[in-house]
């Protein structure tokens, strides 16, 4: 069987399960799981730039996450007026020094003419003191901020832009930490560089849980605006009404259809292109010099290739990739909720997604985001129908019955662990592996 084939048959047996829901379940939940599956894999492809293109280890994926969901809630957010009078342009102007203060530290770093201990003390005296500053200045704002309507708001709001701008913003945010993070620990050894990326993402949700000026920490920011129509005005339009006598479908459950239909759409759109440019790259004369910077590095660098720029650009542009996904993520939620930023969600299932579809194959990575999102979701009521099966002959009351049925959420992990083992058993570079070109 040619290749060409062997992944057009997977992807028709990914799209056959996803009709078996909607066939067996329910068209809404089989479009609900398509959209996240869409999701997953523009995720994936960011994390397969990194790893797949360069061999970064980038194990704070949840932090990239979160800071596209922060970039839909700063650009979409009307500004809170109240908030800005009572404390906006004091908190803006603290941020400011604190920059200032980091831009100050690392130029006496480089620039001062001293040895290499007396440049650190230096450096680090500068930082100190602008964090002091910065919070002086700040931390009045802030109370006075998070004052305003805190059941309401509490928050300086946004831009009052379309959501979509944030798609597009959530990527330069996400970019631009990456570079912040880049240039501090890109250099060190792979483990290393996982720690320091997995340490630097949980400091990344710690603030938007804490800081609630910014986005209401854990108090959520909630009726976030659409890129689609809502259920309810497509359920007064005369079409949308036609339409559901016409093939005898309930008006609630066709809007729905119809909006995640739309989200699709866009998503398909945004996917498309990022495999698009993801393709020309690595198929350029770029990508095969970071393939060849991830096989030997020592060879590249002898080849006068700079390693770590050339790492922290792909750095970039995979946290890049993250970003929108972040974005679009919290788009289709409607609402930004850092609580659920969680590693074993946004971190672990995403590199799962990346070993089982097939790290350095673009389109190996968009099918592990739909093959591991899909069993993510359906493993649950999968399991709790084989647990009902199983335990079918036992007494209605029995302890055992009862502890198995409640407990059948957990499925979902044996179900991961088992899709893993057997994709590394029998295909151990991925559905999709990397060809060699």
Known sequence: MTERWRNSLLFAGMAALLVAVGVFQSSNLAL???????????????????WGYAGLFNAGVMGFTALGGLAAVIISVPPVTEAWTAGGVRAVSGLCLGVLAIALGILTWKKLALNKTARGWASALI???????????????????EAVEPAKTGFLGGF??????????????????????????????????????????EIIIYILKNEDWLARGVKNVNGLSRPVPYEIELQSTLWVQSLASRI???????????????YAGLFVVVLALIYWLSERALRSPWGRMMRAIRDNEIAAGA??????????????????????AGAMLTTLDGIFTPSTYQPLRFTFLVWVMVIVGGSGNNLGSILGGFVIWFFWIEAEPLGLG????????????????????????????????AVLLLVLRFSPRGLIPERNR
Not at 305 to 321: D, E, M, Y
């Open 127 to 145: 930082v100190v003191i602008g964090v002091v500053v910065m919070r002086w200045v700040i931390d009045p704002a802030v109370e006075a901020i």
């Open 32 to 50: 609900a799981i398509l959209n996240l599956c869409l999701i997953s894999a523009i995720m994936t492809l960011g994390v397969n730039i990194q």
């Open 386 to 417: 084989l647990i009902s099966f199983l335990t079918s002959s036992m007494a209605e009351d029995s302890p055992i019955r009862i502890h198995l049925l409640q407990n059948a959420a957990y499925t979902r992990y044996i179900t991961m662990g």
């Open 248 to 262: 005898d479908i309930n008006l609630i459950e066709l809007s729905s259809i119809i909006v995640k239909l739309c």
């Open 160 to 201: 009052g832009l379309p959501i979509m701008f944030a798609w597009m913003a959530g990527g330069a945010l996400a970019a631009l930490a990456a570079w912040a993070i880049g240039k501090i620990s890109l250099g060190l050894r792979s483990d290393y560089l996982a720690i320091a990326t997995l340490g630097i993402s």
């Open 303 to 324: 080849m006068g290739k700079n390693v770590t720029s050339r790492h922290l650009q792909v750095f970039i542009l995979g946290s890049a990739v993250i970003g929108i």
